[in-house]
């Protein structure tokens, strides 16, 4: 049986990068969206393309949900447990910025309750109700204490330990006073990170966040002249775009289990953005 995996926001951008890595590896995936389903549909053909590549076959499954939303958020869990009846490791990935980017004394109310949330109230929880269902799965599965012996003895046996991830940004501390919002929410994320590491390593489900960079989406789009400069000039260590499927190779070394000793831990997937330099 396949592992499974549920990245929110995976019709575009970084959510199908991961998508992408994680067909890879073999995961059964269930892609997440909110406007386009043909992008979606796309999405899913394009990691079923990849995983015929590299291995058996793997079921992929679109679910449209507004992370925004409880109801949605409700209905997309229980469409996971319907159609795959199991959750390995949750990717919150999907996110906005803000549709107009406003200095922090013009900022508006309307643009803050947006971003909190598809941003932080959406990921928090959704990863809530995964948790619970993470903790059900780990508590009544009978061999997983046998197989994370196994794996420990490097024996092939894959263990039944959840996971989740949260997409944050460096914008969790690298200051824009033209989108407080999004910088607010991204820190609050990285909060989020923290709690449910803390939480939830009792039950051996580890939690980890990811902090893209610079990163070439549809979001970053609008701004590509502004950050073509920036790089050029130095930005970044590592001079150049990082892609989706750089936060995607980030995702699957967790997913494979690569970092067992961590939790609450952050990998920067930014070129070196976060090293300070004289
Ligand atoms: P994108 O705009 O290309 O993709 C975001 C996805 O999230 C879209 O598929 C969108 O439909 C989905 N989404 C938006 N609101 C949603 C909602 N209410 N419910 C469900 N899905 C929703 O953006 P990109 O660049 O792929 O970003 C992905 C994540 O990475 C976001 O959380 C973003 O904040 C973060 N990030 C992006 C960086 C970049 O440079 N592109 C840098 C750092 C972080």
Redesign the pocket.
């Known amino acids: 049986m396949n592992p499974v995996a549920l990245i ?10 991961i998508a992408l890595e994680l067909a890879e590896l073999g995961y059964d995936l269930m892609l ?5 389903a043909r ?1 979606a549909q796309a999405a899913s053909r394009a990691a079923l393309a990849i995983a015929r590549q590299f291995g058996p076959p793997i079921r992929v499954v679109t679910c449209r ?5 409880a109801t ?1 958020r409700q209905s997309l869990i229980e469409s996971t447990r319907a159609t795959f009846g199991r959750l390995d490791l949750l990717v ?6 803000p549709s107009v980017r406003a200095d922090i004394l013009d900022a508006t109310e309307e643009s803050f309750d947006r971003l909190m ?3 932080l109230k ?1 990921p928090y929880f959704l990863t809530q109700l995964a948790a619970k269902w993470m903790i059900d799965q780990v508590r009544g599965h009978p061999g997983a204490a046998k197989a994370a012996a196994a794996h420990r003895a490097g024996g092939r046996a894959r263990p039944v330990r959840p996971k989740i991830i949260n ?5 969790a501390y690298a200051l824009s006073v033209n989108r407080g919002d ?1 910088c607010i929410a ?1 820190a609050g994320l990285s909060m989020v990170t923290a709690l449910f590491a803390a939480r939830l390593a009792a039950y051996g489900i580890h939690v980890y966040e990811i ?10 789009r609008p701004v590509k002249a502004k950050y073509d400069r920036l790089i050029a000039g130095g930005l970044t260590p590592i001079a150049r775009w ?1 892609t ?1 499927r750089d ?1 995607g190779k980030a995702v699957a070394a967790i997913a494979q289990d690569l970092l067992p000793f961590s939790t609450g831990e952050v990998l920067n997937v930014d070129g070196g953005f976060h090293l300070r330099r004289l």
């Open positions: 929110t926001g995976a019709s575009r951008g970084i959510g199908r990068g997440n969206f909110v406007r386009d992008a949900a507004d992370l925004s939303l949605d919150n990935n999907a996110g906005v910025a949330a598809v941003n959406g997409i944050a940004s460096i914008s999004y991204k902090r893209p960079g610079v990163i070439a989406t549809d979001m970053t990082g989706p936060v």
